[in-house]
Nanobody, 123 residues
């Protein structure tokens, strides 16, 4: 059983910072692409940032220059450092990861979502 557990959300004033973490646990061999998505009330879930296993990041235009994604492959953990937060960053943030796990005599890859963590930015 694989789980992604996110933490680090909260309430912050505009211009402030938060750091989100998401750790994968369970029967894991490794992880491929990991990332963060967010969903504001009444809106669809959108990409925030992803990072490849080799550390190559990809950001949504709305967060470029303000957010930094990183990962620790040994811990199967992905981080999102959020600086210069704006009220429009308010959303539930979800982590996502492609997890490699053992199944019988094979290795399989499956995409997992973590539980959301609320980020609220006040003006």
């Amino acid at each position: 059983q694989v789980q992604l557990v996110a933490s680090g959300g909260g309430l912050v004033q505009a211009g402030g910072s938060l750091r989100l973490s998401c750790a994968a646990s369970g029967s894991i061999v490794g992880s491929n692409t990991m990332g963060w998505y967010r969903q504001a009330p009444g809106k669809q879930r959108d990409l925030v940032a992803t990072i490849s296993r080799s550390g190559i990041p990809n950001y949504a235009d709305s967060v470029k220059g303000r957010f930094t994604i990183s990962r620790d492959n040994a811990k199967n953990t992905v981080y999102l450092q959020m600086n210069s937060l704006k009220p429009e960053d308010t959303a539930v943030y979800y982590c996502n990861a492609d997890i490699l796990y053992p199944s019988d005599t094979q290795l399989r890859m499956k995409n997992y979502w973590g539980q959301g963590t609320q980020v609220t930015v006040s003006s």
